[in-house]
């Protein structure tokens, strides 16, 4: 089992800035993907973006050049640097993870709520 803490959201103004972290514990020996998603109220869950053990970054258009996805792995620890935020980024994120490419189960956190005032 994995669990996953997010951490990081807050009350920012339009243009500004935070950083999402979430951390993995539990019986797993590495994670294969880890990522993020959001759900803005009375919105479906959408991706946010994701990273893979090996490199590979997918991002969603609508945070193309403003979000960066990186990882530790020692840390087992993804994080979501968010820049220039705007109003539509509000938001609960959640991270999720999955421990090799070919599982079926996914793993989520239980969100961070990131409000972006105008």
């Known amino acids: 089992q994995v669990q996953l803490v997010e951490s990081g959201g807050g009350l920012v103004q339009s243009g500004g800035s935070l950083r999402l972290s979430c951390v993995a514990s539990?019986?797993?020996?590495?994670?294969?993907?880890m990522g993020w998603y959001r759900q803005a109220p009375g919105k479906q869950r959408e991706l946010v973006a994701y990273?893979?053990?090996?490199?590979?970054?997918n991002y969603d258009d609508s945070v193309k050049g403003r979000f960066t996805i990186s990882r530790d792995n020692a840390k087992n620890t993804v994080y979501l640097q968010m820049n220039s935020l705007k109003p539509e980024d509000t938001a609960d994120y959640y991270c999720?993870?999955?421990?090799?490419?070919?599982?079926?189960?996914?793993?989520w956190g239980k969100g961070t709520l990131v409000t972006v005032s105008s």
């Open positions: 539990g019986s797993f020996y590495g994670l294969y993907l």
């Open positions: 990273m893979t053990s090996d490199g590979i970054i």
């Open positions: 999720n993870a999955k421990q090799t490419i070919f599982s079926a189960m996914l793993f």
